[in-house]
């Protein structure tokens, strides 16, 4: 019978994927950050990547309805309002949108998915299908990019005031917004993950789960790559 | 093909089948209502109940996942919070343990599930079901049974402080917040049903949708009157 890792071992495991598998590493995603994307290749980013923004409450709402514990789902609930939104003109989604149209991209765009690439969507289908079917502790631990990603949207702010200055400013509120809301999250997320992965099987299972989702991002940033160039190393 | 019915038709197909199959009409009810059930079956009542109650959220959460339609994802919300409550100690779930300790049950037979019916736990689990594997505005025309719950609700509360002393008056707050809650979700629900179930296909499934659900009410206070009499006619 293998042992329970602690919390600083589970915790490095878990950051061990980051380090190796974040799509911060990935070719598209350092010429971003880098300013060497063409305003074609940042529109398609973003077309592609709003359709995994979509999904998130989808994805999150999947957990919640996994999940027989009344408590971690009023943990996990406002994900659903901050990508949704209390009302019109607000949320993750919105603000997505926002940024989009600061492309120079039309909302109906967006929410027809036109531009849409396969492979993208593939990629980001098979993130609900996860929440959907497996226990919702490995499902709350695939969310677990959230601690990887407050460094990488400072970062992102930066490269776009820098670089994209033909991006409209208004279309960052997203990434602004995510500094804060993806370290709430990561905390909760953590602390959930370490509570109820609570046998060495599950512990693992969370690891996979992350390498998994890490996955996922990755073959996003790949399909966007194939398709619009950007992505040489 | 067949032709759309306009909203009063529609609308009277739907209130036929409360009319006809609403689980007010179950003789284990009938006899709640006019004070016939011992203290043993009223707790009865309330411990399998119970199990539906504490799966109202995880039901909506998967017509919430369900649904790619965001303006219906933010009206469908409050469901959840109403039932799990915003923090520790509030929302319809914990207003039902309010109940079941005001009956003379502790909180941790309730969420054991301590004399949870096999009959009652399949009925409740195929409400579950259908919210997953259905198309979600058929899911939510399942919810209409909310359409004659304040009527009972009123009847309930004034049965229970008639003939029902014993129980104390703090249990019957669930009831009480209930009477205006399912006047807004029934609202909100009907709209809903109105505007997503736009074909005569969907009109039809949303009626036999709402008759499904008013079977498994009548299916639970089946497990109940087997299990605990108190259902003669």
């Known amino acids: 019978m293998t042992e329970l890792w602690n919390r600083e071992t589970f915790?490095?495991?878990?950051?061990?994927?980051?380090?190796?598998?974040?799509?911060?590493?990935?070719?598209?995603?350092?010429?971003?950050?880098?300013?060497?994307?063409?305003?074609?290749?940042?529109?398609?980013?973003?077309?592609?990547?709003?359709?995994?923004?979509?999904?998130?409450?989808?994805?999150?709402?999947?957990?919640?309805?996994?999940?027989?514990?009344?408590?971690?789902?009023?943990?996990?609930?406002?994900?659903?309002?901050?990508?949704?939104?209390?009302k019109e003109g607000e949320g993750g989604i919105e603000n997505w949108l926002k940024l989009g149209e600061a492309t120079g991209l039309t909302r109906e765009e967006l929410l027809s998915g036109k531009g849409l690439l396969p492979k993208a969507k593939a990629a980001v289908d098979s993130y609900v299908h996860f929440a959907r079917t497996k226990p919702w502790p490995i499902a709350v631990s695939s969310s677990l990019t959230e601690l990887f990603a407050p460094d990488l949207m400072k970062e992102r702010i930066l490269a776009f005031e820098k670089y994209y200055t033909w991006v409209k400013p208004s279309g960052l509120e997203y990434f602004k917004s995510r500094v804060t809301q993806a370290k709430t999250d990561s905390d909760q997320g953590l602390e959930l993950t370490f509570t109820y992965c609570n046998t060495a099987e599950l512990q693992e299972e969370a690891v996979k789960a992350l390498n998994f989702k890490c996955g996922l991002l990755w073959d996003l940033l790949d399909a966007m790559a194939e398709a619009y160039g950007g992505g040489e190393a």
């Open 11 to 86: 915790l490095g495991k878990l950051k061990a994927v980051g380090m190796n598998r974040y799509h911060d590493k990935h070719p598209f995603h350092k010429h971003m950050n880098s300013g060497k994307l063409t305003p074609d290749q940042v529109r398609g980013w973003v077309a592609n990547r709003f359709y995994y923004q979509r999904n998130i409450p989808i994805k999150d709402a999947a957990i919640i309805s996994n999940c027989p514990v009344r408590e971690v789902r009023r943990i996990w609930l406002h994900r659903i309002s901050d990508h949704d939104g209390l």
